[in-house]
């Protein structure tokens, strides 16, 4: 099994675990070194937070029950007229 060597692998898997491209094996790895690692979730985070910002990453895959529930809320949005 694959060691886990924080910043290294968490650079090098994140923006693939972010867009679901990684296999399940690497996410079951990662998500246990998640689990047990203060420093990387921080990272994570911070990762996280940065892309929404951002709004770059370009291949970002957005669940289609989070899509069909953003439309709604968008949709109730509008509908109020504020
Ligand atoms: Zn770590």
Known sequence: MRKL???????EFLSDYLDGTLTGDVVADLERHLRGCEPCVAYLKTYKKTR???GRAGRVEMPPEMRARLREFLRAQLSKGK
């Not at 060597?5 to 650079?11: H, L, T, V």
């Open 5 to 11: 060597m924080c910043k290294e692998f968490i650079m």
């Open 52 to 54: 929404e910002l951002t």
